[in-house]
C-alpha cells in the first residue's frame, strides 16, 4: 500500500511519457511532504542526468521504507501489525460511509443525464467506478500518511492503589452472649455485645469466656423448668438464659 501510494504521486505530478519541463515540480513536493510527511531533495535529483519518474518513486519508497524500518525496530513488531490493522479498519469504515452517501446523492440527479441523450444508468456505474477508485486512492493515501508520521509509544498500565485498609479485630463470639471470649488481648473484648442469639439479654453480663455462677441468676430458688421460657423476659428456655448457670 506504501508503495502504490508513493508510485501514485508521482505519476499525478510526473505522467509517463512526459518531458520534465511538464512536469509539476511544486506540486510533488507539496503532495510528498503533505502525505508522507518528510522532504526529499527533489531539485538536487533534477540536476542529475537521464532523471526520470521511476527515479524519484525509487528513492521516495526508500525513505519511506527506511522510516517504517526504524520503528518496527523500536517496537514490537507484532503490536505495528495490530496497529496498522486497526488504523486501516477505522479509516476504510470511514471512507466506505462517505462512498456510500455520495453515491446516494449520485443516485438522486442522475436521471438528469437523459436530457443529455444519455443513458442514466450507464452514466450512473461510470461514475460509481470513478468514485470508488478515488476512494481506494484517498485511503491508501490516508492510512500510508498515519503510520509514516505517527509514533507508537507504549505506556505500562500503572498499578492500581488499593485502598487502606482499617485495622481488624480478631475475636470468637460467643454464641451466647453475644460477646468475645478468644482473649487474644487486642481490645476486641471492650466491643458492645452485637452478635450472638442473646445478645442484649441478661445472659450477656456475664464475663466473657467465664462461666456464670449461682450469684448471677436472681430466680436459683425458685422452682423452674430447664425447658420452660425464662422469667427474664428475653425470650430464650430458662437452660439457655439465667438457668445456664445452675
Not at 421460657?229 to 428456655?237: F, I, L, R, Y
Request: proline content about 7%; glycine content about 8%.
Amino acid at each position: 500500500m506504501r508503495h502504490d501510494t508513493v508510485n501514485a504521486i508521482v505519476a499525478a505530478s510526473c505522467p509517463a511519457g512526459s518531458y520534465p519541463e511538464q512536469w509539476d515540480i511544486e506540486g510533488l513536493k507539496t503532495k510528498v511532504e503533505e502525505v508522507l510527511g518528510i522532504t526529499p531533495p527533489i531539485d538536487a535529483w533534477l540536476q542529475e542526468d537521464a532523471v526520470e519518474p521511476d527515479l524519484f518513486e525509487e528513492r521516495i519508497r526508500a525513505e519511506t521504507d527506511a522510516i517504517m524500518e526504524r520503528k518496527f525496530a523500536g517496537a514490537d513488531t507484532e503490536i505495528w501489525r495490530r496497529v496498522e490493522k486497526s488504523i486501516l479498519l477505522e479509516r476504510l469504515d470511514h471512507h466506505w460511509k462517505e462512498h456510500l452517501a455520495t453515491l446516494d446523492a449520485l443516485r438522486q440527479v442522475v436521471f438528469l443525464r437523459a436530457y443529455a441523450q444519455k443513458q442514466p444508468i450507464n452514466e450512473y456505474k461510470q461514475e460509481a467506478f470513478g468514485l470508488f477508485e478515488r476512494m481506494l486512492e484517498t485511503l491508501r493515501e490516508d492510512v500510508t500518511g498515519i503510520l509514516v508520521k505517527s509514533e507508537l509509544r507504549i505506556t505500562p498500565p500503572a498499578a492500581p492503589a488499593l485502598p487502606e485498609l482499617p485495622d481488624f479485630l480478631t475475636g470468637h463470639i460467643d454464641p451466647l452472649t453475644g460477646l468475645d471470649n478468644s482473649g487474644d488481648g487486642d481490645g476486641s473484648e471492650s466491643q458492645p455485645a452485637l452478635f450472638g442469639s442473646l445478645a442484649g439479654s441478661p445472659r450477656a453480663a456475664f464475663s466473657p469466656g467465664g462461666a456464670a455462677t449461682a450469684a448471677d441468676n436472681p430466680y436459683a430458688g425458685m422452682e423452674i423448668s430447664r425447658n420452660a421460657p425464662c422469667p427474664c423476659g428475653s425470650g430464650s428456655k430458662y437452660k439457655h438464659c439465667h438457668g445456664a448457670a445452675a
